[in-house]
Every structure is written in C-alpha cells, then in structure tokens.
C-alpha cells in the first residue's frame, strides 16, 4: 500500500494517521479536514472552552512539530465531497481527486438543527466562541435538549451569570441512557441551581424572540443553544456503493468495504464484546477506534482484530463529575450498587439480559470504577457482579 | 524516552492506567499520577497507547 487517505481531521483521523506511521506505514499519508484548524479537541469546547477558563490554544492535539514529524499530505479546509470505489480516488470541494489503495472515514457528525434561524450549535471551536462572547450575566439563554452536552452548556452558563431556561422533549432528561432514577437526579442538579428545567416539552422552531413550543407558547431568550443530537456526516458518500445507515457501516473490523475502512463518530460497526452494532461518539471511542481501523487496514485478513472496546466517556455539571462505561442504551435494570444518588455520590450498575453492560459513577473514586469496568470487559454475570457488592437486589 | 503529564488537563479516565498500569496511576479523584517519568524501549509501547488513548491529550512522550 502506497497512498492511504484519511478523511477527517479529529481525534479518529488524527489516531489513525498516526498509528499508521507507528506500525511502519511510509508511503504517501494524506489527512484531509473540511475545518482549516490543525486537529483539536472536543469535549472542553462545551466545558473550559464556553467557560472561558482556556484559550483555544489549549485545545491543540498535537504540537507543530509532531504533526510535522507524521510527513502528512495535510489537506485542511477543504470538505471531501464524493467517494468513488471503482477507481479508488476521493474527490474534494476544491476539485482535486485523491487517488487511493487505503482509506479511512473519519468524517464525524454534524449538529441536528432546528427550524428557524439564529440559534447556535455547538460542535466547532468558532460554535464554542460564538457562544461564548454572547454569554455575560443577566442574559437569557435557551437550550434546546437535556442530554450531556445541552447540560454541560448549560451548567456552564449558569455558573457565568446568565438565565437559562433548559428545555427537554423526553419525561426524564437522557431516561433512555441512562435509566429514569439517574436522568432525574441529574435534573434535579439544574432545577436546585435554579436552571428553569422543563421536561415534556416540544420545541417546534427558533424564532427572532427566541423558541416556539408545539403548543404555540414562546420562550423569549437572547440567546439559542440547539442540542438535539448530531447526524453522522455520510452525504459525501451517497452513490460511493457503501452502506450507510445511521453511520457509515461496518463489520467488527471496522470494515467498511476492501481496503475502506471508518472510525470515530461516523462509524457503526459490530462491537462482538455486546453482540451488537453500535455508533458511539465518545472521544476514547474515537481514538481507540481510529488506531483499531488504522491497524487492520494494514493488517492481512487473518491478523486483522475485532474492535471490542468498552465505550467510555465522562460529562463536568455543575461541581459533578460523571463517568460512564460500557453500553447503557437499551438495559434492562438499573442498580445503585455503591453511594446514594441523593449524595450525588453514587456508583449505579447497568443490566442487558443477564450481563453487566454499563456502569455509571458520579463522584467516586476510581477504584470503585474500575472493579465495574473489568466487570463489563470481562462479560460477568449480573448476579455474580451485583450479588457480591450490595446485599439485596433492587428491582 | 521521557514522560509528561498535564494534570491540570486530566479528565480522570484512568485509560492511561488500562494501558500502561507500572507507569500512570490515579489519585483518589481520579487524576493521573505517573509513578515513572523516564520509560525504557521495553515499556513505550504500551505508554504510546497511554498518549493515543488520553482523552485529554494530556500525556506526551518527550526524546531525551
């Protein structure tokens, strides 16, 4: 193999580009990113970025000089537009074709938006700084959607002075994640800051004075945060003879086709740890699976490995700390297994069947993380985990 | 091969610690430690999945 491209320029690209180069790869290595910044991070844009407690150039993943010392073809601003596996180029917005014998997909996802303009998003370091500018005591900022990142915004506005009003569709903020007793203790972390938290509510679109709601009432704000979820950026690909659905999708090799592969956000592929495919947009996920894709790209079809990480991730409200691993979606039982919820100091256990799946702490230390961890790694039994660490079962 | 750490970035994720155990540990709030600061050929391998994995990018392997 001597021309590999990799499209997408965020933590998956970025680990896969560079774990090509550790395993020996030295042909032409091209990194393509539709944003013009070098790779950055992520997850602080809605954290220490919005917060205004780091500058962005904080968020650099690497330095000049180890970006330079991976010899990229580094194509930065500039979005990849078609994917045509017959001949194996991947044509550009700026019109350039990149022939290929490898590719990774790292494509990642872009926000879900609203009807109506005005509102922000936030996915992009210039999303995080146009919020940021507008969020100074006394405003009023709507946020549409409860889940992690909605909240984190929210928190963080709040702690900078401003009126947030949150605004959820489901009953229990992120209830189908992570269980209904621990979506509502983190809804409660808003309402007791005084967060106007408002659950069962329908926003229809964004108008000049703020929200509309199904039922016609207008929420007046200065400012609108929409964070509805993302969609996996797959349009480039449409006509490409991949499948796509609900990510690009791939098999436990992270393999989308001969020689194509994807990770990161973008990717569904079958995680065999679970026995089910999934598309996790977790910033360890992306990494881990940017490295697992770069790997078995190069690899001969029989030392090729499955990608069978347990997803981990974390989320900062307020003065909490929640952590996160395994598969959460779709259990079957919720446990507090250590701690209280109402101490927001708390280590609840997830069911699937009759195997420990998740597991989510907030305030914890990390042993008592890590025993749950292996537990999920390992495939244990629920009964053997829960039985063994709290006397009597809750149902 | 030397190790740094920016605690001050450090989410407390402890996956430098899956992948590297005899070189990162974790204070009782979770923020790494590292228990080495130089690593030989024998341990790098495992300390470049530590960097890779980082969420915080907050690991880096430093020539000496």
Not at chain 1, 189 to 213: M, N, S
Not at chain 1, 354 to 376: C, E, N, S
């Amino acid at each position: 193999m001597r021309r590999i491209v990799v499209v997408g320029a965020s933590a998956a690209g970025l680990a896969a580009a560079e774990t090509l180069r550790r395993e020996g790869y030295d042909g032409t290595l091209t990194l393509v990113g539709d944003e013009p910044l070098a790779p950055y991070d992520r997850p602080p844009l809605s954290k220490q970025i919005l917060a205004a407690e780091w500058e962005p150039e904080r968020l650099a993943l690497r330095t000049p000089d180890t970006l330079a010392a991976l010899d990229l073809d580094l194509r930065l601003g500039v979005a990849a537009t078609g994917l045509e596996p017959a001949d194996r180029t991947v044509g550009l917005a700026d019109g350039s074709a990149l022939p290929y014998d490898g590719l990774v997909i790292a494509t990642g996802v872009r926000p879900r938006r609203l009807p109506g303009e005005g509102a922000h998003v936030l996915r992009t370091l210039d999303d995080a700084l146009a919020l940021r500018e507008r969020l100074t005591p006394g405003r009023r900022l709507v946020v549409v959607g409860a889940g992690f990142l909605g909240a984190e915004a929210a928190a963080v506005a709040w702690q900078l002075g401003v009126h947030v009003t949150l605004l959820e569709p489901a009953p229990v903020p992120l209830a189908h994640a992570i269980g209904t007793e621990v979506g509502q203790m983190l809804g409660q972390a808003h309402l007791k800051r005084g967060v106007d938290l408002r659950c069962g509510v329908t926003v229809t679109e964004v108008t000049d004075a703020g929200v509309r709601l199904g039922d016609g009432e207008v929420i007046e704000a200065d400012e609108v945060l929409v964070a509805i979820g993302s969609l996996p950026n797959t349009r480039w690909l449409d006509g490409s003879g991949l499948t796509v659905g609900d990510g690009v999708v791939c098999d436990e090799y992270c393999r989308a086709a001969e020689n194509v592969y994807a990770a990161g956000d973008v990717a569904r592929w079958y995680n065999p740890l679970f026995g089910t495919s999934m598309r996790i947009e977790h910033r360890t996920t992306a990494a881990e699976q940017g490295m697992a894709a770069a790997r078995n790209l190069l690899a001969a079809p029989q030392a090729r490995k499955p990608f069978a990480p347990v997803p981990y991730f974390w989320s900062d409200q307020y003065d909490m700390k929640i952590q996160a691993f395994g598969y959460l979606r779709g259990h079957d039982e919720v446990t507090v297994v250590e701690g209280d919820l109402a101490d927001s100091r708390f280590v609840a256990a997830y069911r699937s069947g009759d195997r420990v799946t998740g597991a989510l702490a907030v305030g914890m230390p990390p042993k008592a993380i890590r025993q749950w961890r292996q537990a999920i790694a390992t495939g244990a039994t629920w009964h053997d985990s829960v039985s063994t660490t709290v006397p009597a079962v809750e149902s | 091969m030397k190790v740094e750490l920016e605690a001050d970035k450090c989410v407390a994720s402890g996956q430098c610690v899956l992948a590297a155990m005899d070189v990162f540990d974790q204070d009782d709030d979770g923020i790494a430690i590292l228990l080495e600061e130089q690593v030989g050929e024998d341990r790098l391998d495992d300390v470049k999945e530590a960097v890779a994995v980082c969420p915080a990018a907050a690991i880096r392997l430093v020539e000496q």
